[in-house]
């Protein structure tokens, strides 16, 4: 099993590992700061030892993450590398993902569906269309990011989780189990989620935001993407 760094510490860049197994092109270490692409966060890229990390998986086995190196590279199990993320993408997610959180907690509706890129992200919900208005979304995200919420996380037990359903606020996202926990992300009197993802320390670091679309994706996807103003 690897020890997921990121978890604890969404901020750190590097770290030393082990590779403990590899499989074609992947690679697996004893313990890693890269983030597996789920939850709708994208999988991140860096280097580990002198080869490119194009983009990292999750493995089959809990909490396993597959790092999957450039073409040629040659690693060995045993071998002791640096494991490095590309920072400015991942604290781009970061602060996208930490907005997701925000999105949710202004437009009042069911979440059918989310993703993050590097320059924008959307939510779809299930709502009607003339419920939703650019201005108002746009002018209440920022309020909530000029007003500097701290976010921590927590954790609680699957069980907890399934009594409490209102904290899967997206369907289509089952939040990923580590051992029967599952982690919180809080923003104190704003929202409340289970959520596996990196996220910034407070909301300031987000910095302004503006809704660049709001679009029907069919009945019950109603998509309102953002990008950094
Ligand atoms: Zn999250």
Not at 88 to 98: A, K
Not at 102 to 116: E, N, Y
Not at 146 to 163: M, P, V, Y
């Amino acid at each position: 099993m690897t020890e997921l760094l990121f978890r604890e510490d969404a901020y750190l860049r590097s770290c030393d590992a082990t590779v403990v197994a590899v499989h074609g092109d992947a690679v697996e270490l004893d313990r890693t700061v890269f983030y597996p692409l789920g939850g709708g966060q994208p999988g991140d890229t860096g280097t580990i030892g002198p080869w490119r990390v194009l983009d990292t998986r999750k493995g089959e086995a809990a909490d396993s993450v597959l790092h999957m190196l450039e073409p040629g590279a040659t690693p060995a199990p045993g071998m002791k590398l640096a494991a490095a993320i590309d920072w400015e993408r991942r604290h781009r997610h970061m602060r996208l993902h930490t907005a997701l959180h925000l999105l949710g907690a202004v437009v009042r509706a069911p979440v059918t569906g989310g993703r993050i890129a590097e320059d924008k992200a959307h939510l779809d919900f299930d709502v009607e269309m003339e419920a939703l208005s650019k201005e108002q979304i746009e002018a209440r995200l920022n309020a909530l990011i000029e007003e500097r919420h701290e976010t921590r996380s927590a954790w609680i037990s699957g069980a907890e989780l399934d009594a409490r359903p209102e904290l899967v606020k997206t369907m289509s996202v089952a939040p990923p189990r580590s051992e029967g926990a599952v982690r919180l992300l809080e923003i104190p009197g704003v929202d409340l989620q289970a959520c596996g993802g990196t996220h910034v320390r407070n909301t300031s670091e987000i910095g302004r935001l503006a809704v660049a679309r709001i679009r029907s994706e069919g009945r019950h996807n109603k998509r309102v993407t953002l990008v950094f103003a």
